[in-house]
């Protein structure tokens, strides 16, 4: 596997409200195409909820894995 | 020696760690020992949850609004020329008259919405977010004969409640004016629910179902054609409406983009227990101005300020700041013109809402009051 070059990493664990989804919107919305971003969220439903979000608006999803407590998922923007 | 505070922001976080602080070391600031200034951009205070009561014509901004002077310990010094640059290697505030030092700096400058953010939103768009634009939108919604009203939602904004409680307020608004069957109401979120909090999410969609509210999740506004009426997802989809009442995304004050100290959006680093900006001992942020995954609303800055004075206090006694702030919000919910709910969490407990109740209506109506106790740093 090829190393993965982060642009940024975003650390929204105890975000409830907004919440880490609208975390990485904001990242992705102001980001360049390639750019890759990971965001570390404390909420299992953000292992569904990124994922569904990266699809629908055809985004890459580079890895979404669980470490200490949190997750660890790392998104692409493709457009 | 004279021991120099400045709290850069005349909003509802500058004004009341300024008073708070000047209320509990009123002896210090008398015997000339601490100086506390508060340098904000204008003269008046507008208590910004109005903004949505005026869309709906209940309430002018008049009402909403004070001096600031008028809100402020008679020992603070009040500067409304606003800042130029914010000097945090030299210990200083710059503003277009004067040149201001500081042993401790306090950074609440806030967040505005920025309609420029998406192509076409500012022609075709409206919003409730400005004075300005709360009048507009009030000529429009009452003028408003029929058809489809559309609601989104960019990311960060202010009061992540607010667009949920207009989309309410606008159902009952034209139910009692005898329109509704006319009136479309079409609500929108960025994510797969129709609010960041889940329990907030699943109520909404209960009433959205009751009320005939249609509502899409996954929508990120790319773009509007102002001529057309269509608003774009950034899926590709188009979303044709008669009325766009949009939730742009904020960005930090201008000053902190000049100086250097924001990120791409102009919030400023900062410790999420602390709160003080990242490299800096002798700065804190506080309210809108961080850039910390909590909501920007009058709460979190009510909270946060609680923690910057115990702290700012502590350390001009040679103490260490030992206080935390533990991502406490608290938010009133208006779920129709008669009726509200509230929700209060943290970094640690997510929230959950409370049956709706006209009591709570009334507890949020006389909190608008009421608020302007908490900006005297009273409540």
């Known amino acids: 596997m090829s190393e993965i070059n982060i642009t940024k990493t975003i650390d929204a664990r105890g975000s409830y409200c907004p919440g880490p989804l609208m975390e990485l919107v904001k990242a992705i919305k102001r980001g360049q195409v390639g750019d890759v971003y990971e965001l570390l969220s404390g909420d299992s439903g953000s292992a569904k909820d990124v994922p569904e979000w990266v699809n629908k608006m055809g985004h890459e999803l580079v890895y979404c894995k669980e470490d200490e407590g949190f997750w660890r998922i790392a998104v692409r923007k493709t457009k | ?379």
């Open chain 2, 1 to 379: 020696m004279t021991r120099r505070i400045i709290i850069l922001g005349g909003g509802v976080a500058g004004t009341m760690v300024a008073n708070r602080l000047a209320k509990s070391m009123e002896d210090e600031i008398y015997s000339g020992a601490l100086e506390v200034t508060l340098i904000g951009d204008t003269d008046r205070h507008i208590y910004q949850p109005g903004f949505l009561f005026m869309a709906f014509n209940e309430g002018f901004l008049e009402q909403f609004t004070r001096e600031e002077k008028y809100l402020l310990h008679p020992k603070i010094n009040f500067v409304a020329d606003g800042a130029v640059n914010i000097d945090v290697e030299g210990k200083k505030i710059i503003t277009p008259k004067q040149s201001f030092a500081y042993d401790f700096l306090v950074i609440a400058t806030g967040s505005y919405p920025d309609m420029d953010s998406v192509p076409g939103l500012a022609a075709g768009g409206h919003t409730f977010y400005t004075p300005e634009g709360a009048e507009r939108l009030r000529y429009e919604m009452l003028n408003f004969q029929g058809g489809t009203i559309m609601v989104t939602i960019d990311v960060p904004h202010k009061c992540p409640v607010a667009p949920l409680e207009f989309i309410f307020m606008a159902d009952d608004y034209y139910r009692d004016i005898g329109i509704r069957d006319k009136v479309r109401l079409k609500y929108t979120y960025p994510i797969g629910r129709v609010h960041s909090l889940e329990p907030v999410a699943k109520w909404a969609v209960k009433e959205f179902e009751k009320r005939g509210i249609e509502y899409e999740v996954f929508f990120n506004l790319e773009a509007v054609d102002p001529e057309k009426k269509i608003a774009y997802n950034m899926d590709g989809s188009e979303h044709p409406y008669d009325l766009l009442v949009a939730v742009p995304p904020h960005r930090g004050a201008r000053v902190v983009r000049d100086a250097g100290l924001g990120d791409e959006d102009g919030f400023i680093p900062t410790d999420r227990y602390t709160l003080k900006m990242e490299g800096r001992d002798d700065v804190y942020v506080i309210g809108d101005a961080t850039n910390l995954p909590v909501s920007k609303a009058g709460s979190t800055a009510h909270y946060e300020a609680d923690v910057v004075v115990k702290n700012l206090i502590s350390e001009l006694k040679g103490l260490p700041p030992s206080h935390r702030y533990n991502g406490k919000a608290f938010c009133f919910i208006e779920t129709g013109m008669n009726e509200a709910t509230y929700i209060t969490f943290n970094y640690k407990q997510p929230p959950r809402p409370v049956p709706p109740s006209e009591m709570l209506h009334w507890f949020k109506l006389s909190y608008n009051e009421m608020y302007w106790l908490s900006a005297r740093g009273i409540l």
